[in-house]
């Protein structure tokens, strides 16, 4: 596999740590959430077979199939023919048998329910949608990130086409299987005790030196354009002039104002500072 669960777990961890979900989404994720907790009862025989989360199934099956349980959790294909793309698989006589047979094809049967972390459903999915957005617009998917602080404009609009200039509607995995678990905490992974914990605002931590409203004002006073508000909301907005930010200045480009990106921008400050009394 090009892409080793080893190399990417860390990058996992830091950006489940940073993610919040944007205000507009807030409705639209609890909404989903709950529809998805209302069919656990179909979710969980495949979670007692083969040991795949109720939380990786419910949102995932949500972006390939709009949860309807005629189709092939595999592919979208109906359940009741046989698939047109590769691997072909089906027909089935229920949705249980087609989505043990899909899960199969991925390899989720493989992980074992004891070892199904969030950074764990980051890569599975990941996995399972392509790595096309990593390899090839170096962004993170919003297949797993959509609706949050973390997501970026750029969409594949179908197989192989991208539009860098559209933003993914879709509700990402990850933000569902969180609100899941927070509104229904017998949905907690094994290996992840659910532990009640204050939401999180924002990409970056609130201390009043390096908080949202200081990376909205070092961001501003830097002339980067649009100039965006100072309103200690980590938004859409905000995450694109942080990306704006890291690609000139070399720095990894998601949209999350880390250590790293902190430390550029004091240093630009600091620089930007030291020309202004010169003039």
């Given at each position: 596999?090009?892409?080793?669960?080893?190399?990417?777990?860390?990058?996992?961890?830091?950006?489940?740590?940073?993610?919040?979900?944007?205000?507009?989404?807030?409705?639209?994720?609890?909404?989903?959430?709950?529809?998805?907790?209302?069919?656990?009862?179909?979710?969980?025989?495949?979670?007692?077979?083969?040991?795949?989360?109720?939380?990786?199934?419910?949102?995932?099956?949500?972006?390939?199939?709009?949860?309807?349980?005629?189709?092939?959790?595999?592919?979208?294909?109906?359940?009741?023919?046989?698939?047109?793309?590769?691997?072909?698989?089906?027909?089935?006589?229920?949705?249980?048998?087609?989505?043990?047979?899909?899960?199969?094809?991925?390899?989720?049967?493989?992980?074992?329910?004891?070892?199904?972390?969030?950074?764990?459903?980051?890569?599975?999915?990941?996995?399972?949608?392509?790595?096309?957005?990593?390899?090839?617009?170096?962004?993170?998917?919003?297949?797993?990130w959509g609706g949050t602080n973390i997501q970026m404009p750029g969409k594949y609009t179908e197989d192989g086409k991208f539009d860098p200039t559209v933003m993914d509607h879709q509700i990402?995995?990850?933000?569902?299987?969180?609100?899941?678990?927070?509104?229904?905490?017998?949905?907690?992974?094994?290996?992840?005790?659910?532990?009640?914990?204050?939401?999180?605002?924002?990409?970056?931590?609130?201390?009043?030196?390096?908080?949202?409203?200081?990376?909205?004002?070092?961001?501003?006073?830097?002339?980067?354009?649009?100039?965006?508000?100072?309103?200690?909301?980590?938004?859409?907005?905000?995450?694109?002039?942080?990306?704006?930010?890291?690609?000139?200045?070399?720095?990894?480009?998601?949209?999350?104002?880390?250590?790293?990106?902190?430390?550029?921008?004091?240093?630009?400050?600091?620089?930007?500072?030291a020309l202004e009394k010169t003039k």
């Amino acid at each position: 596999m090009s892409h080793p669960f080893d190399t990417l777990k860390a990058e996992y961890t830091h950006l489940l740590a940073a993610m919040a979900v944007r205000e507009e989404c807030k409705k639209l994720v609890d909404e989903v959430a709950v529809k998805l907790i209302g069919y656990k009862s179909r979710y969980q025989p495949v979670t007692d077979a083969i040991g795949v989360p109720v939380i990786f199934i419910g949102p995932s099956f949500e972006r390939e199939g709009s949860s309807n349980f005629n189709l092939n959790p595999a592919q979208g294909w109906p359940l009741h023919s046989t698939s047109k793309i590769i691997p072909h698989n089906g027909p089935f006589p229920n949705w249980f048998s087609a989505a043990i047979a899909a899960y199969k094809i991925d390899g989720l049967d493989k992980v074992g329910r004891d070892n199904w972390t969030f950074e764990m459903i980051c890569f599975k999915g990941e996995a399972l949608n392509g790595f096309g957005y990593r390899d090839f617009h170096h962004m993170h998917s919003p297949y797993l990130w959509g609706g949050t602080n973390i997501q970026m404009p750029g969409k594949y609009t179908e197989d192989g086409k991208f539009d860098p200039t559209v933003m993914d509607h879709q509700i990402g995995i990850i933000p569902l299987a969180k609100r899941m678990v927070e509104l229904d905490p017998s949905l907690a992974l094994p290996a992840v005790p659910y532990v009640p914990s204050p939401p999180i605002s924002s990409g970056i931590a609130q201390e009043a030196e390096t908080g949202v409203e200081w990376v909205q004002t070092a961001i501003n006073t830097l002339g980067y354009t649009p100039e965006i508000a100072v309103d200690g909301s980590y938004g859409r907005e905000t995450g694109r002039a942080v990306a704006q930010f890291q690609r000139s200045y070399g720095l990894e480009i998601d949209g999350i104002a880390g250590p790293k990106t902190v430390a550029g921008l004091r240093a630009a400050l600091t620089a930007f500072e030291a020309l202004e009394k010169t003039k």
